[in-house]
Structure formats: C-alpha cells, structure tokens
C-alpha cells in the first residue's frame, strides 16, 4: 500500500464524512483514497470499507488489527483471509471475533476442535453450526460487499 501525497491527505481531509462513507462503498473508487479510507478516523466509514470484496491483502491486515470491533468482525467473515490472519482470529481475546470465524468456511479442523472447547459458550454453538457461505450484494454504483 503506497502512501499518499500531502495534496491528497489534505484534500482527504477536507471531504464531508457523507462524502468518504460514499468513497468507501464506490464501485468506481479512485485508487488514491484506499490507504486514507483503511486509515479514516470514523469507525463508520472503515466498517463499511473492511466489506468490500475487492480489499488488497495488506488493507484487509490493516483492518483486521484495527482497535474498532466491528471493523475487525466484518474481516473475520471474508473468503480470503490469509491461514494466519484466520489463526489470529482464532486466537483472539474477543470472544465475537471468535463467534465470527468460527462460521468462516477457512477455518481448519483443528481450529474449529479448538473453538468447539472455547470458554464462550456462543462461541461453542457458532462451531458446532459450522461453515457458513457469506453472500455478497451490490446495490447500483457501489462496489460488491459482504454481506
């Protein structure tokens, strides 16, 4: 992810929040806003950025460590998160990131064993329900998105 231009920064920073939370779910979004949209200081604009499909690995890394939870909750529900991105998740403090990737089809057998012991009791039944296939949706002029 290439840093932006001060210009770019300043021009960023100068958009309405309506304004960014419209770049976030653009279906033609300008490549020079992504690495200020995975860093926005709105939970809200990067919760709805973290679900869309076309997230570049190191976007989807950002937002995966990002302090929001929901943030973090829409990473744990994508198709393509890396085995060590799902480990993480696995292993994570929050007990609802847990519930989340315990339903994530790249969960491994030995993941999902170690989900089924989980102290959480929804994290239990979230494993015990296994994989579940998250559908996309793409409303007219914005990008394909999790569901």
């Not at 200081?41 to 679900?51: M, P, T, W």
Request: overall charge positive; hydrophobic content about 35%.
């Amino acid at each position: 992810m290439t840093d932006p231009t001060a210009d770019t920064t300043a021009e960023y920073r100068r958009l309405s929040f309506e304004a960014r939370m419209d770049l976030a779910l653009s279906a033609d979004l300008d490549p020079r806003w992504r690495p200020l949209l995975v860093r926005d200081q709105h939970a809200q604009v990067k919760a709805y950025f973290s679900r869309r499909m076309d997230l570049t690995p190191e976007e989807v890394a950002r937002l995966l460590a990002d302090p929001n939870q929901t943030v973090r909750l829409n990473c744990a529900k994508r198709p393509d998160l890396t085995p060590a991105q799902v480990e993480a998740c696995v292993n994570d403090r929050d007990p609802n990131l847990r519930y989340f990737i315990a339903r994530n089809p790249l969960l491994a057998p030995e993941q999902r064993e170690r989900l089924l012991a989980d102290a959480d009791e929804l994290v239990r039944i979230a494993a015990r329900k296994g994989p579940k296939q998250r559908g996309t949706r793409a409303r007219p002029n914005q990008a394909e998105m999790i569901r």
